[in-house]
């Protein structure tokens, strides 16, 4: 299987902190973030100001910027914006709908994150077991240390790691797997020589294959994206003795309602319900044939499709913290492990180049966290506690509490993903300040 389509997606993906490009947010919304709020104190969005988000994707789809996207904003359990921009394919001309179906790429991970806390919560799985006692192959788990031979070549010098890969390590992206254009020119080389996509593989295999390959770094002390997720996805087949996608569906999305989310369209009516991206985005569409031509491997870290409909319903159980229609999917104290910053200070971690979560972010079990407002002056709009991923395809969800809303992006595209993302941002936050 060819690599350069997922590593430049992935590499498009850590341009996650681009500059903001509307009016920062008021210092009301920040002092609001601090404490949960009744309801009736929250400040609804500004109709006005809302037409400012119909406007800015009119704009994007009427120059060729985007094929479409589809926009919710969901307020106390209810849409106060939903819109349809577009069109799902420029080929086939279908208008976008709120059931349009789209590659959530890395908007993957909080479900399959999700699936393992429900383990965890069964007792059936500890933050503190080690990946090998399921995967007996990362028992023998090296680490690579740049190195330089006396001739002056480098190489990757194998040592031993200093602690294992524990399951909490792979939640929270500090086990030292990665995706190969992170961890450096040598972990580089080495991911791409490995035939970790070769032929045909499913979770077991690729699981066993990226345990021969070293870790970029010793386990626990540097938060750097990667494969971890995916592991943990073959990880929930093992303990559950089910694929990922029979757990996921069983305990997530069948009970959620989420009835067009899975790794594989198995319908000529879903397969037409597909977002396409335009033409001339080739980094996507080679990912998107990468994917689609290995039906066999439920990636948990990048290969669910969903809806608008469908991943509203994730994101509501999310803020009201575990629980969706009177069933609980997460207990508190997982839902509170799962929300909490476990990479800040104290935590003995460091941050990669590639930090994903971005400035002001902390990481919890699959999800980024605001800690605080960031570096920039003045800050990027937000609330403190806020919850969010996003993806190299620019599907993008954030879940505020103290605004008691979520707000989700669907659209397929890597070439304008990185200016997109933030704009959007910014015009949902806007919306909730005062109007001037």
């Not at 602690?163 to 792979?170: F, G, K, W």
């Not at 044939?289 to 999310?318: C, I, K």
């Not at 997982?334 to 104290?346: C, I, K, N, Y």
């Amino acid at each position: 299987m060819k690599t350069p389509a997922r590593q430049t997606l992935h590499r498009a993906a850590g341009l996650r902190a681009g500059k903001a490009l509307a009016a920062a947010l008021s210092w009301a919304i920040w002092t609001g973030a601090a404490a949960a709020n009744p309801a009736v104190n929250v400040p609804a969005p500004s109709p006005h100001k809302l037409e400012r988000i119909t406007e800015f994707f009119n704009n994007e789809v009427a120059t060729g910027k985007l094929p479409g996207a589809v926009v919710l904003i969901q307020q106390h359990g209810k849409p106060v914006y939903l819109k349809c921009f577009g069109v799902q394919d420029v080929a086939t001309k279908a208008p976008m709908t709120s059931d349009t179906i789209f590659a959530l790429h890395s908007m993957t991970k909080p479900i399959t994150s999700v699936a393992a806390m429900m383990l965890i919560d069964a007792g059936k799985l500890s933050l503190t077991d080690t990946a090998s006692k399921f995967i007996p192959a990362f028992a023998d788990v090296k680490v690579g240390i740049p190195s330089t031979m006396v001739d002056g070549m480098r190489y990757l010098k194998l040592v031993p790691p200093d602690r294992p890969v524990t399951i909490e390590d792979l939640l929270r992206h500090t086990s030292g797997i990665t995706y190969d254009y992170i961890g450096g020119k040598l972990i580089d080389k080495a991911y791409k020589e490995s035939g970790l996509f070769d032929g045909m593989f499913d979770n077991k295999r690729f699981a066993e294959r990226i345990a021969r390959l070293p870790l970029s770094r010793q386990p626990g002390t540097l938060w750097r994206y990667g494969h971890s997720t995916d592991v943990i996805g073959r990880i929930i087949e093992i303990v559950s003795g089910q694929t990922l996608y029979q757990f996921e569906k069983q305990h997530i999305l069948d009970p959620l309602g989420m009835t067009s989310t899975k790794y594989v369209l198995g319908s000529a009516e879903e397969r037409a319900r597909m977002a396409e991206p335009l033409p001339n985005d080739p980094i996507l569409l080679d990912a998107e044939r990468e994917r689609r031509a290995h039906p066999e491997w439920e990636s948990g870290g990048g290969g669910l499709v969903s809806t608008l409909n469908d991943y509203a319903r994730f994101a509501q159980m999310l803020l009201n913290r575990g629980e969706f229609d009177g069933k609980r999917y997460l207990s508190p104290a997982s839902f509170e492990a799962m929300t909490t910053d476990h990479v800040g200070p104290g935590s003995g971690v460091g941050r990669d180049y590639y930090y994903f979560p971005g400035d002001g972010f902390g990481y919890g079990y699959g999800l980024g966290i605001r800690t605080d407002p960031g570096n920039a002056k003045p800050p990027p709009p937000g609330s403190i506690g806020e919850l969010k991923w996003d993806s190299g395809s620019g599907t993008y969800f954030g879940v505020d509490h103290s605004l008691d809303m979520v707000y989700i992006m669907l659209e397929q595209t890597q070439n304008e993903r990185g200016r997109i993302l933030p704009a959007f941002k910014a015009l949902v936050y806007d919306a909730f300040t005062a109007d001037k």
